[in-house]
């Protein structure tokens, strides 16, 4: 493992250790949001401001397994879909997927991926789960599902919140859009990150959708794949194209980008067996609800019924902890795991798995829980001070 990723002890570490190896078009591409990116820092500051009342003298050890739709995780902690993964390190789907199961934990393959989905499943043994962006049309939906389903992926995860692209300045600012422009700007950041350029680009690294080279022409450039990508949004997909998803797939299915009570009901009642409580990581709507403040109403409404995951912001174990106390049954990280991709490929993706379950055990201890299942019952408050 490269020295500075096994001395990194926090994700906000191996954050800094991506920010010196990336080009800037790429870090901004992982680290930015929407617009003003209000719901991007919302997402932290929400969790920084709920407040644990530990319990003492618990005794004993701690156990961070946690059980998801038939499969046993070592923690509560999956690694999240997201897209153009071989800009960071090259083969990186692959190797956050390795990463996550040497760690004995879940990753999720983006239809954005930069490897396609059929390259993740003889390599990676279990708790791989595909996510469908629902694009285009119904066709296009049911040919990644057939595929996902014939690789072998335990769950679908439909995300529905991205419908439209969400306004991204530093990708505009960047004339980044699914692929680089070379302008003479990100050609001179490029050249003065010699090891990104010599690793990933110059040794075949691109912008590539690999999922989609099976609706292309065999010899389609990375720029025709973020055309085709960009022409297939689909703002028409409604809750009668859902229960087509859920009719076409007959293995876990959760859908991903609910902040709304109401909607989690509507969605538990089309059938799906989870639902990822998501803001797209604030990269879509601005001024969306933190996905903390949107939690514990929606465990209210439907935790009973379904399984809830949730996303956005989670760079601490503590995170973790915070979101099984508010209903969560297990989160997702995104940008955490990236930055670990980014700073040094499978390594970092491990290193940064390890710090957050190790956070989460230091949590547990001392907070009295001796299991995830007595983080359901832990009491948290919102702080009104500092």
């Known amino acids: 493992m490269n020295k500075d990723v096994a001395n990194a002890i926090?994700?906000?570490?191996?954050?800094?250790?991506?920010?010196?190896?990336?080009?800037?078009?790429?870090?901004?591409?992982?680290?930015?949001?929407a617009e003003?990116?209000?719901?991007?820092g919302a997402n932290r500051e929400a969790l920084r401001a709920i407040c644990f009342v530990p319990r003492i003298l618990?005794?004993?050890?701690?156990?961070?397994?946690?059980?998801?739709?038939?499969?046993?995780?070592?923690?509560?902690?999956?690694?999240a879909p997201t897209g153009l993964n071989g800009l960071s390190w090259r083969d990186g789907d692959l190797a956050l997927a390795r990463a996550a199961e040497a760690a004995g934990l879940g990753f999720c393959l983006s239809t954005a991926s930069s490897?396609?989905?059929?390259?993740?499943?003889?390599?990676?043994?279990?708790?791989?789960?595909?996510?469908?962006y629902p694009w285009g049309e119904p066709s296009f939906s049911r040919r990644l599902i057939d595929r996902a389903a014939s690789a072998g992926f335990?769950?679908?995860?439909?995300?529905?919140d991205s419908l439209v692209p969400g306004k991204r300045e530093r990708d505009l600012r960047n004339g980044f859009a699914h692929n680089i422009r070379w302008s003479v700007r990100v050609l001179l950041d490029g050249l003065m990150h010699p090891r990104w350029l010599g690793a990933v680009w110059l040794r075949g690294g691109a912008a590539r959708l690999e999922n989609l080279a099976d609706f292309l022409p065999s010899n389609a450039t990375a720029r025709q794949m973020a055309d085709f990508s960009r022409m297939q949004r689909n703002p028409s997909f409604a809750w009668r194209d859902l229960a087509h998803i859920r009719e076409a797939w007959k293995g876990p299915l959760l859908v991903k980008g609910i902040l709304s009570s109401a909607d989690a009901v509507r969605?538990?009642?089309?059938?799906?067996?989870?639902?990822?409580?998501?803001?797209?990581?604030?990269r879509q709507l601005d001024c969306a609800l933190p996905t903390a403040h949107a939690?514990?109403?929606?465990a209210a409404a439907v935790g009973t019924k379904t399984t809830l995951l949730v996303d956005g912001g989670f760079e601490r174990g503590a995170d973790i902890a915070k979101a099984l106390a508010l209903g969560a049954k297990a989160v997702?990280?995104?940008?955490?795991?990236?930055?670990?991709?980014?700073?040094?490929?499978?390594?970092?993706?491990?290193?940064?798995l390890s710090i957050l379950t190790d956070e989460l055990r230091r949590t547990m201890r001392l907070t009295g829980c001796a299991t995830v299942e007595e983080l359901a019952t832990l009491e948290l408050r919102r702080k009104a001070f500092w």
């Open 58 to 79: 618990a005794g004993g050890s701690v156990n961070t397994e946690t059980e998801l739709f038939g499969q046993t995780y070592s923690a509560p902690l999956l690694i």
């Open 115 to 132: 490897c396609a989905l059929e390259e993740i499943t003889p390599r990676v043994s279990s708790r791989r789960w595909f996510q469908l």
């Open 10 to 33: 926090n994700i906000d570490d191996l954050k800094q250790l991506a920010l010196r190896r990336l080009p800037r078009i790429v870090y901004d591409y992982i680290e930015g949001g």
């Open 36 to 40: 003003d990116e209000t719901t991007l």
């Open 154 to 160: 335990d769950g679908l995860i439909v995300t529905v």
């Open 295 to 298: 939690l514990a109403d929606i």
């Open 267 to 282: 969605a538990v009642e089309q059938g799906v067996d989870g639902i990822v409580v998501s803001n797209h990581g604030g």
């Open 332 to 352: 997702l990280v995104g940008r955490s795991a990236l930055y670990g991709l980014a700073a040094g490929g499978q390594r970092g993706g491990e290193r940064a």
